[in-house]
């Protein structure tokens, strides 16, 4: 079973900054596109960033600027730094990953979720 274990959300004010990480297996991280997705209450699930293998990123328009997708080959782990962080911003943030192969991105394992609260 994949596993991939989030951490570092909580409640900031606005304008503040968080950094969440995931950890997961070295096999998982060495074959597979990171991302970060998040699910705000009554909306659908949506990417939020990508990082490649060879370290390509992809933001969405909402928080480009203002958030960084990172990963750390020696410790298997991807991070969210996200700062100027907004009350529409607020969700829980799930990390996914997506096995490397032609054609569109298939995020077929999923973390538990870390919820990330913005205060205005």
């Known amino acids: 079973q994949v596993q991939l274990v989030e951490s570092g959300g909580g409640l900031v004010q606005a304008g503040g900054s968080l950094r969440l990480s995931c950890a997961t297996s070295r096999t998982i991280f060495s074959f597979n596109t990171m991302g970060w997705h998040r699910q705000a209450p009554g909306k659908q699930r949506e990417r939020v960033a990508h990082?490649?293998?060879?370290?390509?990123?992809n933001y969405a328009d909402s928080v480009k600027g203002r958030f960084t997708i990172s990963r750390n080959n020696a410790e298997n782990t991807v991070y969210l730094q996200m700062n100027n962080l907004k009350p529409e911003d607020t969700a829980v943030y799930y990390c996914?990953?997506?096995?490397?192969?032609?054609?569109?991105?298939?995020?077929?394992?999923w973390g538990q979720g870390t919820q990330v609260t913005v205060s205005s």
């Open positions: 990082i490649t293998v060879g370290g390509t990123t």
């Open positions: 996914a990953a997506a096995p490397v192969r032609p054609g569109v991105l298939t995020w077929s394992s």
